[in-house]
């Protein structure tokens, strides 16, 4: 996602961003990874992406500061994005050794978008028994 620089991403948010991140790891088991969180100063192509090396367990996740948009719902939907990143991560290595590298990305992010129409967007009833 392009950004145009208009608001700052601040310390908050990082914390809500973290708590989101956090959850969705919790959740999809991905508790074996080490992710180390942080605010990206010179990243302005994109809202977030994630490094992940699979041999050390170590998903590096960059946020950038400078966000369009900015509301807690959106910091929320980002942290989940990236964290199925994390989770088709090992996939994605997989198929980019036999398919392009556009139509692996675009089948993970078409997967990650049924992901947050489904499952972010029922939170809610996942949370409650």
């Known amino acids: 996602m392009k950004t145009t620089k208009e608001k700052l991403f601040e310390n908050h948010h990082l914390e809500l961003f973290k708590k989101e991140a956090n959850y969705w790891l919790n959740y999809f ?44 719902d959106k910091v929320r939907e980002t942290a989940f994005h990236e964290v199925c990143e994390i989770l088709l991560s090992r996939l994605r290595s997989l198929a980019c050794g036999t398919f392009s590298d556009e139509a692996v990305d675009e089948t993970c992010h078409s997967i990650i978008g049924r992901l947050q129409n489904s499952v972010f967007k029922n939170r809610d009833k996942l949370l409650s028994p």
């Open 29 to 72: 088991s991905l508790l074996d990874f080490d992710v180390q969180i942080k605010i990206s100063e010179n990243n302005e192509e994109c809202l977030a992406f994630v490094i992940v090396s699979h041999s050390n367990k170590i998903a590096s996740l960059k946020i950038s500061k400078f966000w369009d948009e900015l509301n807690d």
